[in-house]
């Protein structure tokens, strides 16, 4: 009897090293993946390491983690660094515009993730608000002072198809300003950047935003390192979860949820 019961007891033990085992083994196995994120580009994405928040994160861990099931790190860190990470494997990848110098080092999916509408702002009851609301083109205004960041390689391109000249300045804020104090007229920038900066500048009565959306609004795909261990069907994947979300109206409503609930947050 007391062999049958020491057996008995053997076969649970062992019942439960193998089922830990597995469970541990399975765990291990569970593909994982760190994305990087521009800590200083709020509501986008804003933050140091493990506290980056934004549309962008959350957007990322609904695809990812609840959609397709996986671990996912997100990490803030200053853009330049952000991209040497992806380029030298320490991090997956990150959603970015896919130049031709980041194209050595990564493959990109062949679906958007995020797209950010870039909008015109003017100061409320001013004549480029009745203009831009009438539908003029832009490059048909007269006396019109635009305003945009210096850097904005966006901005460069847009500007230049039309022939159009522009201020630029170190940050959007600053042009926000000067569209007050009647030192510029239009504004031409992410939607929900500009809408954080109006906000938290107290000119919400004072600056409107115009509804049209520029056809060359930016989209960023996932670009992924080419030295990242995810599976190589890691993209095929992620394209058909974002292609099927977008198909039923559900990318939009959630991007737009996002926008929203980040605007309350900064």
Known sequence: M?????????????????????????????????LVYANKWAPISAGDEEQVKGILPDLMH?????????????????????????????????????TSARKIYSNQSEQDVLYIPFQAFVRANSEAEVSLKEGKALDKLQ???????????WAVEFY???????????????CLKMLDKERADVIIHASPVTQ???????????????????KESPRFPLLISKKSNLDPEFLDHFDSTVSEMKDTGEYDRLLNNLIKRNLDLF
């Open 143 to 153: 006396n019109t002072t635009f305003c945009d960041v210096l850097g904005n390689n």
């Open 160 to 174: 230049g198809a039309r022939n159009i000249d522009y201020l630029t300045v170190p940050s959007i804020d600053i």
């Open 62 to 98: 609904e695809i990812l983690h609840i959609r397709m099931g996986l671990d996912i790190s997100h990490l803030g860190r200053p853009w330049g660094r952000a991209q040497q990470d992806v380029e030298s494997g320490i991090a997956d990848g990150f959603i970015t515009t896919p």
């Open 196 to 214: 954080l900066f109006i906000k938290k500048l107290k000119l919400t009565d004072r600056i409107s935003m115009i509804p049209h959306v520029y």
């Open 2 to 34: 007391y062999f049958v019961l020491f057996k008995n007891v053997l076969l649970i033990l062992f019942a439960f090293v193998f089922l830990g085992a597995r469970t541990v083994i399975a765990e291990s196995n569970k593909e994982k993946i760190a």
